[in-house]
């Protein structure tokens, strides 16, 4: 009984934080897609981050034909390097995402050790995923549809 008990008190943490996140990509300029991530640890958010341009570039993500620019970071991206550059360690955290993770944004997930990833949206490929799962990191899909 305690084990359902914990694991409905996870449930809803993980919606909770998941629709923080989807909150969070609100703060994108991309037009095609908006994107948002929390990094969470020990319950405390610990980094943040949505799609865009990198620091000082023009908060324009898409090119006159509406493809994303190739220099755009993805949100996890941009999470994990906020967290690079603070007091804090990913090692051990759970990241939620409003969009599975594509394949390069899978592999820093793996090498900042991060041991759990909720998201809610399929990326139009599943092979973030798969790596994700082949290094044995707990993913987990939530429908955020009310």
């Known amino acids: 009984m305690k084990d359902q ?15 923080m996140a989807q909150i969070w990509a609100e703060n994108s300029y991309c037009k095609r897609r908006q994107v948002g991530a ?4 020990d319950k405390m958010i ?14 324009n993500c ?8 190739p220099y755009v970071l993805h949100a996890e991206a941009n999470a994990i390097t906020k967290v690079a550059k603070s007091n804090n360690s990913s090692d051990g955290a ?20 991060i ?20 290094a044995s990191i707990e993913v987990i899909q939530i429908d955020l549809g009310e």
Do not use: M, W
């Open 115 to 134: 041991k759990r990833v909720i998201f809610a949206d399929n990326y139009r490929l599943e092979d973030g995923i798969n790596l994700l799962k082949r």
């Open 46 to 59: 610990i980094s943040d981050g949505y799609n865009g341009t990198p620091v000082g570039f023009e908060n």
């Open 38 to 41: 929390l990094l969470v640890k």
């Open 5 to 19: 008990s914990k694991n409905n008190k996870q449930l809803l943490l993980d919606r909770r934080y998941l629709k």
């Open 62 to 69: 898409e090119d006159e034909e509406n493809k994303s620019k």
């Open 94 to 113: 759970t990241l939620y995402v409003t969009s599975s993770p594509c394949l390069e944004c899978a592999k820093l997930i793996i090498q900042a050790g």
